[in-house]
């Protein structure tokens, strides 16, 4: 089989498996598998895999078929302009987790936050976009060692120092206060999970999707834990589902939380919600 057989195996194979993407997917699964670049895929195009190649190439392909996500079969994916290392167990970062760490350093420019905490880190691409272009020193935790592993990982790809920390949300930090707490928490309704694409619910990790019976089980811990981590003044950062901005804030507010804002990503959906932790010498009832 030539690269061109090759390239048109792979397309023709996907798009039977309904897979929108499945020209981009093929080229992917085919760099990988022959180490070509894009413009050697098409100049290149008669030169015959070798049995390696080939056998790589096409367990990639199956493995697509299947609707595993193209990030954990070539084990990277991007986020803000950073590469981050991906594996099976780690939540693939999504391109509307931007709008979070964009949204963090606006305040930023304000706020001059000199210490900052991300809460389930996952792969650790919001605390390492955030320090990669700001001067804040970051925490990041997670509950799963997994997770710590691929962040560490990525830390040292994007040559940033963070302290990570394996904690069930704040459980095992030490006791400190943050400028400002910013977490993507599981937020998906149990129930829903199932209702998921084939290649979210039957791969990615259950643990970093659940967030609870009404999907608000971790905001409300988080708001409840964060406050005694954060300085009076400082600011709680969440990515929400679109549909959550209204009981977020309402959670947040319940919490006595102030100046609550809703953000959107660029679908125009709500996707971010941020609100301070009072001074003492402002009343919350």
């Not at 070798?50 to 493995?63: A, G, P």
């Not at 595993?68 to 693939?92: N, R, S």
């Not at 790809?157 to 930090?173: A, G």
């Not at 943050?178 to 998906?188: K, R, T």
Request: net charge neutral.
């Amino acid at each position: 089989m030539n690269v061109k057989e090759a390239l048109q195996l792979a397309k023709k194979r996907l798009k039977q498996c309904e897979i929108e993407s499945y020209a981009i997917d093929a080229k992917l699964i085919l760099k990988k598998a022959t180490a070509l670049s894009e413009v050697e895929l098409y100049t290149k195009e008669n030169v015959v895999l070798t049995q390696e190649q080939q056998s790589i190439f096409l367990y990639d392909l199956e493995q697509r078929e299947q609707h595993k996500p193209m990030a954990y079969i070539t084990g990277i994916c991007e986020f803000m302009g950073l590469p981050f290392v991906v594996q099976e167990g780690v939540l693939i970062p999504r391109a509307d987790t931007e709008t979070l760490v964009e949204t963090v350093l606006q305040y930023h420019k304000k706020e001059h936050f000199t210490k900052i905490i991300d809460i389930c880190t996952g792969t650790g691409c919001i605390a390492i976009s955030l320090a990669k272009y700001s001067n804040i020193a970051l925490c990041g935790t997670d509950i799963s060692n997994i997770a710590l592993e691929t962040a560490q990982k990525n830390a040292q790809k994007n040559h940033v120092l963070i302290k990570w920390l394996q904690s069930n949300l704040l459980e095992s930090v030490p006791k400190q206060h943050f400028d400002a707490i910013v977490s993507n928490p599981p937020y998906i309704a149990t129930e829903e999970i199932q209702t998921l694409m084939k290649s979210v619910k039957d791969f990615e990790p259950h643990l970093a999707l659940d967030g609870g019976k009404d999907g608000f089980y971790f905001y409300q811990k988080i708001v409840e834990q964060g406050k005694q981590y954060l300085k009076q003044g400082g600011w709680i950062f969440f990515e929400i589902g679109y549909q959550q901005a209204n009981a977020v804030c309402n959670i947040l507010k319940q919490n006595g939380f102030l100046n609550h804002m809703v953000y959107q990503d660029l679908a125009g959906l709500d996707r971010v919600v941020a609100a301070q932790k009072p001074f003492s010498a402002i009343k919350t009832s």
